[in-house]
């Protein structure tokens, strides 16, 4: 058999979950589809698709041989555009993943000029505030926010986030406004759990770091559960400045403990290997540098930025409305 199409045909099928959209894109049969993935799995010696009458699911080989087929098909694409009039170019669909406030304001908004400078380019993007590991889940580059441990992943940095110690007026008006980190643990903070540090917030300030253990009922695995709750009166948050814009413009929200800056946060471009980079992998990332060294709200600063003082919020970003 044809394995190099085999693999495509099978990882279309583990992408959308069934046998007839991949017919309706390769303007062919349902049947065909079916027999070619059963070719494959002959030729392989195992079953790689569970199947149903209502869906289709990978098995566990399916699922390691799925990542597998999708590096060899990769490296096809890079091969085909390594000569001749396609050098270079990049091309193919470039799976990438990130947090989900983060990709809604700063990186869907951002695609479609991406788009327009590379037409052979296509994107799926996958958000979660889950860290994912981009060789287990079949991505080719996963956007996070804060520091990793992980070696055996390539980071390069792509920008920094700063934080803010944000409430909203109801809630300040009900408890009263803390004028020091040490204050926060008379109060209800609501603890973003996907942070690395959990509930120890860690803040600069003119002596130095502090580090505060805080406490309250509500913790949160993502950041916009948090934005909903500081905007609700429910507690005080520490967010990244761009999560927060109408609501500080109109007051709404306010920022607190100013002078006691969090630790600003690296953004972060994750991926599997040095080697063999796609181009379509590195036109993303270039891009995406670029794109965050021009906002104010993104840009990689000195350590300095950690004490430069109130935060202000620019309303050209585009992230910055909702």
């Not at 790689?48 to 399916?62: E, F, N, P, Q, Y």
């Not at 990542?67 to 170019?89: H, K, N």
């Not at 951002?110 to 380019?121: I, Q, S, Y």
Request: with cysteine; net charge positive; charged share 25%.
């Amino acid at each position: 058999m044809d394995v190099l199409a085999g693999m495509r045909v099978f990882a279309r099928v583990a992408e959308t979950g069934g046998f007839s959209a991949v017919a309706r894109e390769l303007s062919t049969t349902q049947p065909t589809v079916s027999r070619t993935v059963a070719a494959l799995e002959s030729h392989l010696g195992v079953r790689l698709l569970h199947r149903s009458s209502r869906a289709v699911s990978l098995t566990d080989d399916g699922r390691a041989f799925y990542v597998r087929a999708m590096r060899a098909l990769e490296a096809v694409a890079e091969a085909e555009t390594s000569v001749g009039g396609r050098r270079g170019q990049p091309v193919g669909l470039l799976r990438m993943g990130a947090p989900v406030a983060f990709g809604r304001l700063h990186i869907a908004p951002r695609l479609g000029t991406f788009l327009a400078h590379h037409p052979k380019v296509d994107i799926d993007l996958s958000m979660t505030d889950a860290f994912v590991d981009p060789v287990e889940f079949g991505l080719d580059l996963v956007i996070r926010i804060g520091d990793l441990e992980d070696q055996s992943l390539v980071v390069r940095r792509l920008g920094v986030t700063r934080r803010v110690t944000v409430a909203s007026d109801d809630y300040l008006d009900r408890r009263g406004v803390p004028s020091s980190p040490s204050d926060l643990t008379a109060h209800d903070c609501i603890v973003y759990s996907r942070l690395a540090t959990g509930d120890r917030w860690h803040f600069e300030g003119a002596d130095g770091p502090i580090v505060v253990k805080v406490g309250g009922r509500l913790r949160a695995d993502n950041s916009e559960a948090v934005r909903e709750a500081v905007s609700a009166g429910v507690g005080i948050g520490v967010v990244p400045v761009w999560l927060f814009g109408d609501e500080i413009r109109s007051g709404r929200v306010r920022i607190i403990l100013s002078a006691f800056e969090p630790r600003p946060l690296p953004i972060n471009a994750v991926y599997a290997s040095r080697r063999h980079v796609a181009a379509k992998v590195r036109a993303m990332i270039a891009f995406l540098a670029a794109e965050f060294h021009a906002s104010p709200l993104l840009r990689s600063v000195g350590p300095e930025s950690s004490s430069a003082g109130p935060v202000s919020i620019d309303r050209s970003d585009p992230g910055v409305s909702r």
